[in-house]
């Protein structure tokens, strides 16, 4: 059957199957907005799929019945999963405008932790050491020193460098932060 390759032969073909096709689907479905949808959806694979019907195999009409029977069953196996996600998400509240705007701030944040992170992680071990025992364990600069084994002033010096390093990761980003807007 060559009907992908003659238009004469497909509308002969159409129009000798469509009622049969169309009862097959309305029995099938209630809407008929998707009876219509599912019937032109057949005859596009049959279209697609002319070039494997084999006459020696059966008739055309099995073989369109055949294609008409897997197009109505994808649409149903699709239904029920629309349904199933539809049902994990009914009585939840979706996201507003503010609930967006608080995730860009998010997001945003997230990015400067990143950043602020990758600096960390590029400087040098003592001035990390140092930098993280005072800004995160919320170590003093003594008590730091004293954990660490260095002297006060070493301490100060490293802390120093360290947020000097960090204001510049801000710095920039907030001249790039003024660029965008």
Avoid: C
Avoid at 152 to 175: G, I, N, Y
């Amino acid at each position: 059957m060559r009907l992908n390759e003659d238009p004469v032969a497909l509308e002969a073909f159409y129009r000798r199957h469509v009622d049969d096709v169309m009862r097959f689907v309305v029995r099938r479905v209630s809407d008929p907005h998707v009876a219509a949808d599912l019937t032109s959806d057949i005859f596009m694979a049959v279209l697609d799929s002319a070039h494997t019907y084999v006459p020696g195999r059966g008739s055309e009409v099995a073989w369109l019945y055949g294609i008409a029977r897997n197009v109505v069953s994808g649409h149903h196996r699709r239904s029920v999963l629309e349904a199933q996600a539809n049902s994990r998400v009914v009585g939840r509240r979706l996201m507003d405008d503010d609930d967006l705007v608080r995730m860009e701030e998010r997001i945003d944040a997230e990015r400067r932790l990143r950043d602020a992170r990758q600096v960390m992680a590029d400087l040098p071990e003592g001035e990390r050491a140092v930098l993280e025992l005072v800004a995160i364990d919320q170590l003093t600069v003594t008590e730091a020193a004293s954990a660490l084994g260095i002297r006060k002033v070493t301490a100060r010096v490293r802390l120093h460098r360290a947020r000097r390093a960090l204001e510049k990761v801000a710095s920039s980003a907030a001249t790039y932060m003024g660029a965008e807007a």
